[in-house]
């Protein structure tokens, strides 16, 4: 029998990254854990309350970080994979245009999406 663990690892570092994600039937989405879902949530009623970030350049800074200059994109840290992008260079929190591939700090990115590969090297792996 093997071991479901050891086989994860295996498949990591072979590139195969098929890991089982949850997905949110409704929105055809990778679905958020209750404490992200909670985020996500936090972070809109701030928007709606004090205006997307960096609307006014004043405030809460999103730190966002274009595509370029995103060295985490490929381990799926980046805004197409956050709960809040809307598509279209579209953020549901941030004022500026945003980039797929871009990020900012306040990424709220489902459980199972980031790969934690880095560079051939497993850095994280959570369950």
Known sequence: MENPILKLIQDLVSGNNSI?????KVKNKPKLVPEEQELADS???????????NEDETGIWAGYIDARENEVAQIGVKCS???LY???GSCKIIAQSVEP?????FAVIPDGVVNGIVDGMIKKVKK
């Not at 972070?43 to 970030?53: D, Q, R, S, V, W």
């Not at 591939?101 to 700090?105: A, F, I, K, S, Y």
């Open 20 to 24: 089982i994600v949850e997905m949110d």
């Open 43 to 53: 972070l809109l009623k701030i928007a709606e309350k004090y205006g997307k970030f």
């Open 81 to 83: 994979n956050c709960a």
């Open 86 to 88: 809307e598509g279209n």
């Open 101 to 105: 591939n871009g990020r900012c700090r």
